[in-house]
């Protein structure tokens, strides 16, 4: 159904709910809130009703300005954000790329990215791996890929992702430890090279938007660690006193959180990569890794963030995951 400009606005004037410009217009939810985002764009004022008595962050003017309130504390490359009202989040992290390693988790990563269009993916941390330029010394004769052959394998599993992405314009890459090693090495042992072309890691990848912390509206952070532990994550929303999303400790959970504020999240992502990878035998000693294979879905709706959704892998080798109750092959 096409639907003009001047249409939608008087609709919308006159109803001022996203649900009920659709239902009357016969318009889907979620292409009223991006028509709406695109008119505000241009200058026309849409505001959201609220009842009496409910908080105004649903309104999407108050939730740029509570984001922007964020982002104003520090350098925009250390921390993002971006005001949501409905949409998906895709998150993972710990994917440890390694040379001619294809995990299912990636896969059904690609294959959620076309399936649910999230308007933002976050590369949670760790996705280069530096094994030989690691602080730790090398383990008997274990061979190691290059710099460079980890380099590519990187550049080829985001570039899949940035082909099946809808929204090229919201790639972020919050970084993780493994992560900073490239520029660790690199300070430490060639220090005269500060500022040149490829002496950073954002260097190898222009599309993905670096920073230390994602947020989405006021109260979702997007990070890749901080407590430590397996209850991590009820451990950094209680001392957040936000949702928090991490990777870091290769585990997934969704723990909540109810206090007299409400109720929050703490999410663990899980890793990407697969536990029983090359990047892990040697130094756990090829023993039992307690570690999820996954990845984590986040869809806000009425500005807040809903229950956060786990995808984990559920049979590596034959390429299966599980998913809202069914397995599913990928």
């Given at each position: 159904m096409n639907v003009s400009d001047e249409v939608f606005i008087a609709t919308w004037s006159e109803l001022q709910s996203?649900?009920?410009?659709?239902?009357?217009?016969g318009l889907d939810v979620r292409g009223v809130y991006r028509r709406r985002n695109f008119l505000q764009s241009k200058g026309f004022v849409l505001p959201t009703k609220t009842k009496t008595g409910q908080k105004t962050v649903y309104d999407k003017e108050s939730l740029e300005e509570a984001v922007a309130k964020r982002l104003g504390k520090v350098r925009h490359s250390v921390r993002r954000g971006i005001a949501m009202e409905k949409g998906r989040v895709l998150v993972f992290s710990d994917a440890h790329f390694y040379p001619d390693d294809e995990t299912t988790a990636f896969r059904a990563f690609i294959e959620c990215i076309k399936e649910f269009k999230p308007e933002v993916i976050v590369c949670n941390g760790d996705a280069f791996d530096g094994a030989?330029?690691?602080?730790?010394?090398?383990?008997?004769?274990?061979?190691?890929?290059?710099?460079?052959?980890?380099?590519?394998?990187?550049?080829?599993?985001?570039?899949?992702?940035?082909?099946?992405?809808?929204?090229?314009?919201?790639?972020?890459?919050?970084?993780?430890?493994?992560?900073?090693?490239?520029?660790?090495?690199?300070?430490?042992?060639a220090p005269q090279y500060e500022g040149v072309q490829g002496f950073t890691l954002k260097d190898f990848f222009p599309h993905w938007q670096p920073c230390w912390s994602f947020w989405v509206n006021?109260?979702?952070?997007?990070?890749?660690?901080?407590?430590?532990?397996?209850?991590?994550?009820?451990?950094?929303?209680?001392?957040?006193?936000?949702?928090m999303v991490t990777g870091h400790t290769h585990n997934m959970a969704v723990q909540p959180l109810t206090d007299?504020?409400?109720?929050?999240?703490?999410?663990?992502?899980?890793?990407?990569?697969?536990?029983?990878?090359?990047?892990?035998?040697?130094?756990?000693?090829?023993?039992?890794?307690?570690?999820?294979?996954?990845?984590?879905?986040?869809?806000?709706?009425?500005?807040?963030?809903?229950?956060?959704?786990l995808i984990q892998v559920w049979d590596e080798e034959k390429g299966e995951v599980q998913f809202r109750g069914k397995i599913w092959a990928v």
């Open positions: 996203p649900q009920a410009v659709a239902d009357q217009l030989s330029i690691s602080r730790h010394p090398r383990i008997g004769w274990d061979s190691k890929p290059t710099v460079k052959q980890e380099l590519d394998a990187v550049t080829y599993h985001l570039g899949e992702m940035e082909k099946a992405s809808t929204f090229k314009s919201n790639l972020i890459w919050t970084l993780g430890n493994h992560d900073a090693r490239f520029e660790t090495f690199l300070a430490a042992n006021d109260d979702t952070v997007i990070k890749h660690r901080w407590k430590g532990g397996f209850g991590a994550g009820r451990a950094n929303t209680l001392n957040a006193g936000v949702n007299y504020k409400g109720t929050r999240y703490g999410v663990q992502t899980g890793m990407l990569s697969n536990p029983d990878g090359d990047q892990f035998v040697d130094y756990t000693e090829d023993g039992v890794k307690d570690w999820r294979s996954g990845f984590v879905m986040l869809t806000f709706d009425r500005g807040q963030l809903l229950m956060p959704e």
